[in-house]
């Protein structure tokens, strides 16, 4: 540091200084992320190849060996109607992660949009933005899912509609923040005598900026719209039967609980919290991938 | 009072354990002020943070004694040492915002400390408190003492602060770069109370600072610090007239002093003769009545007053003033990045005002006049390479694309001095020096005609501030440009200017030629800010 001029004898270019060698350093150096990555890729492996592998189909009814326990033939049991309950958890992976990641795909460029307008141009804009945010907010969250729902039909799409409304003000605050702290930066007036338009100084460089609280944000709400979609569907707002689906089948296995056939809420459960854990302890280490000064 | 034998520190980081002090020895008399003078990276702050005992998470100390009045701090349980910092040694912050906390009303945090070492009572703590408010000159201290730190200025704070550390009448105050960021003037006001208040209680003092001048002005022994190793002790006045160290040797000459040349700030076997440029008498930029208003809590504020200048082609010009006098406000409307409330700009005969800033990055002129941003850090996309920062404006304006993109880039790293591996870095991966680089680098791209430096050097090192200065100079002589020179330092921008403004309060107090308005200010504020300036004793020619 003291001496400039003097060549640096850093002509290699280290093994972090790649993104795939930097992906390799933040999944080593952390094996909490690592296992959250694993798991990850787990869940996806269900999603796409989930269906071509399952051993039964997950809609083929059997009333001969309906609510059986788990067993070698069928590993987490049978329901009321004698379906697989494995296929049917494993095959429903790909309905609950395409809601959440919709959902969630949906919100971050909406609220992104909007929380950037906000925070960088400030004013009048920023204060009505914000106030329609703050109506959302004051609805229980929940309860205004239902209502989308409700009112605009029980279909995927308006389950994914619903839950990406919900979700808007959470990204376009943290954006909002991001934003309106670096609009003023000395990087944003060096990028506008650079001949950038206002437009291009955000989007270009003071957005991506916000990448690293925003990728702890979307991991945290990707398992949150899994458990938001499957809890619509389990009070029958939502995907209807008998599509599998682990909200459903919690609900459907609900009833039988009672009388001892556990296995019918809790294995699609149990993937249910899985899958939301995983998401959880996904933040961190995605926030420190797109985190250029993690590369050090 | 204080010894430090051979003490050494070293913190454990990702990387392996880095030694940032590795053994030094010195002694701190009663009565006496010690200076700890480095550039960043140099161990004196660790210094002074080991034997406080406040290291940072991951820092040890390894070996020596560190022995005050009799104990051993080394030695010493945690219990002993909260009793014996604010009591026996005090200290204080380099940034004095960050120092206070920013939700308490100061005379509180005066109180806290003063509680905190029985030195008060609930019922007589508020007095004691306005009186130590006192003791450091605060005007009205009753009324200061339910102000926030918010509201006071960074002079005020620091006196806050100052009154904290010696409420409890220490006999030790280690102050670290105590006027870092502050105001010259404030600076002389902070220091010669620090000072004063030292040599009535007869308190020992560390004066840890980067600034040579200063501490040669407020010690009386000057220890020379780099790489957590001493160099060089001694006599404050023998250190500048005769240092023995290489490294002395070069932080002395680097030290704007009156009579150096800008070449005489760099180290003798470097130094090259100095390029003349050109001034041209057509004018390049003509402010007429500028005037920038912004509206305010009570009332418009009027950043800016009418004020008029005009730089010639090749010419340099210097813009000095304290922090509100309107400098940056001038700048930035001349850089196009704000519009004034009323005037004209005339650049080459065009008025550039016209244009509303937000719609001038497609004006034809925007390449011509460019800027060199204060924090080199700050105006670094973190998230862009330093070949990227660079490559913006040629993108941008020029339209350069692909390999002759790349090979401008190239070229311009090449003039600014920054070695080619480091363009693929990012900023945090840079020194400061460097980042100071890829901003002139990218500043330069379009070889403006009109280049806006706001105090680039602020937040260097002197030895790189010596480097960068000398590199503006050739880049000037190279390129032909003419600068526009933003600084409170006056010793700087005698080195760089030909013409001088001088900014107080939104209006040009005095202006004129740079060794005319030196020698002989004709208004009372340049003749202050000069005064305030530390005076280095000369060195002997080398």
């Known amino acids: 540091m003291a001496d400039m001029t003097a060549s640096t004898p850093d002509t290699t270019r280290r093994k972090g200084d790649t993104t795939l060698g930097h992906i390799v ?213 939502g995907v209807a039967p008998p599509t599998p689906e682990w909200g459903i089948m919690v609900a459907e296995g609900a009833n039988f609980i009672v009388s001892g056939e556990w296995w019918l809420a809790v294995f699609p459960g149990l993937w249910l919290m899985l899958a939301v854990f995983t998401f959880n302890l996904l933040g961190d280490g995605l926030r420190d991938i797109v985190d250029p000064r993690k590369r050090t | 009072m204080l010894s430090i034998k051979d003490l050494s520190v070293a913190f454990k980081t990702r990387k392996g354990e880095v030694n940032a002090v590795r053994g030094i020895s010195l ?23 080991a034997l406080m005992r406040i290291l940072d998470a991951g820092g040890e100390i390894r070996t020596g004694e560190v022995v005050y009045g009799g104990i051993d701090l080394r030695a010493a349980s945690e219990r002993d040492m909260r009793d014996i910092r604010g009591r026996e040694i005090s200290m204080i912050f380099q940034n004095p915002r960050a120092a206070l906390n920013p939700i308490r009303r100061v005379g509180h945090q005066v109180e806290d400390v003063l509680i905190r070492h029985a030195q008060a009572t609930r019922q007589d703590a508020k007095a004691k408190a306005i009186a130590a ?220 005002a016209a244009t509303p800033s937000a719609r001038f990055m497609r004006h034809p002129m925007r390449g011509e006049i460019q800027m060199v941003f204060q924090d080199a850090t700050d105006s670094l996309n973190p998230r862009g390479t330093a070949a990227s920062a660079i490559a913006e404006p040629l993108a941008r304006i020029a339209r350069m694309r692909g390999s002759k993109l790349n090979a401008r880039v190239a070229e311009l790293a090449e003039l600014v001095g920054l070695p080619q591996p480091l363009l693929s870095r990012f900023p945090h991966q840079l020194s400061g020096g460097q980042k100071a680089r890829v901003g002139i680098a990218r500043a330069i791209a379009l070889e403006p005609k009109l280049l806006i430096l706001d105090e680039p050097t602020a937040a260097l090192d002197v030895s790189i501030q010596a480097i960068v200065l000398n590199l503006l100079v050739d880049l000037r002589a190279q390129m032909g440009m003419s600068y526009l020179f933003v600084s409170h330092d006056l010793n700087v921008v005698r080195l760089l200017c030909d013409e001088v403004l001088v900014m107080k309060h939104g209006e040009i107090v005095d202006r004129g030629p740079t060794a005319a308005v030196m020698n002989n200010p004709s208004h009372e504020y340049t003749r202050s800010l000069i005064e305030a300036a530390p005076q280095p004793p000369n060195p002997v020619a080398a």
């Open chain 2, 133 to 352: 408010l006192e003791a450091v000159k605060i005007n009205d201290a009753v009324a200061r003492y339910d102000a926030y730190p918010f509201e006071l200025s960074g002079g005020m704070c620091q006196r806050i602060v100052i009154a904290i550390a010696l409420a409890c009448k220490p006999q030790l105050l280690i102050a670290d770069e105590p006027t870092t960021g502050l105001d010259i003037t404030t600076q002389k006001a902070v220091m010669d109370l620090v000072g004063e208040l030292a040599r009535e209680r007869g308190m020992g003092m560390i004066l840890i600072t980067h600034d040579l001048g200063l501490a040669s002005q407020y010690c009386d022994r000057i220890v020379v610090m780099k790489d957590g190793l001493i160099v060089e002790e001694g006599d404050p006045q023998k250190l500048f007239t005769d240092p023995q160290h290489a490294y002395t040797r070069k932080l002395v000459d680097a030290t704007p002093r009156v009579g150096a040349s800008i070449r005489n700030l760099l180290p003798p076997e470097t130094r090259t003769a100095e390029p003349a440029h050109k001034v041209h008498d057509r004018p390049l930029l003509e402010v007429r009545d500028l005037v920038k208003t912004y509206p305010g809590k009570s009332g418009p504020v009027q950043a800016v007053k009418s004020i008029s200048f005009q730089i010639k082609s090749g010419q340099s010009l210097g813009l000095v003033g304290e922090s509100g006098s309107g400098k940056s406000t001038t700048s930035e409307m001349v850089v196009r990045l704000q519009d004034p409330t009323s005037g004209n700009i005339l650049f080459d005969g065009q008025d550039i």
């Open chain 1, 25 to 237: 350093y933040v999944l080593r150096d952390n094996p909490v992320t690592m296992l959250a990555f694993a798991m990850l890729a787990f869940f996806l492996g269900c999603a796409f190849f989930g269906p071509a592998l399952v051993p039964y189909d997950p809609l083929a009814t059997n009333a001969a060996r309906a609510l059986e326990a788990p067993s070698w033939d069928h590993w987490f049991g049978t329901d009321n109607l004698g379906r697989d309950v494995f296929s049917r958890v494993i095959v429903a992976t790909r309905l609950d992660l395409t809601i959440s990641v919709a959902a969630v795909a949906l919100s971050f460029v909406i609220g992104s949009i909007l929380g950037s307008i906000a925070g960088y141009w400030g004013g009048w804009l920023d204060a009505v933005l914000n106030r329609c945010l703050d109506t959302i907010m004051a609805f229980p969250l929940f309860v205004l899912a239902m209502g989308v729902v409700a009112a605009l039909g029980n279909t995927v799409e308006n389950i994914i509609y619903a839950t990406a409304i919900i979700n808007i003000p959470f990204y376009a605050r943290l954006v909002r923040a991001e934003v309106n702290i670096r609009r003023h930066s000395g990087f944003a007036q060096a990028a506008k005598l650079a001949g950038n338009s206002d437009l291009r100084v955000l989007a270009v460089h003071i957005f991506p900026n916000s990448l690293p609280p925003m990728m702890v944000q979307v991991s945290l709400n990707l398992g949150w719209a899994i458990l938001n979609a499957a809890g619509l569907s389990f009070i029958g707002l």
């Open chain 2, 27 to 49: 002694d701190v008399a009663k009565g006496k002020t010690l200076g700890i003078v480095g550039e960043s990276g140099s161990g004196k702050s660790v210094t002074s943070y």
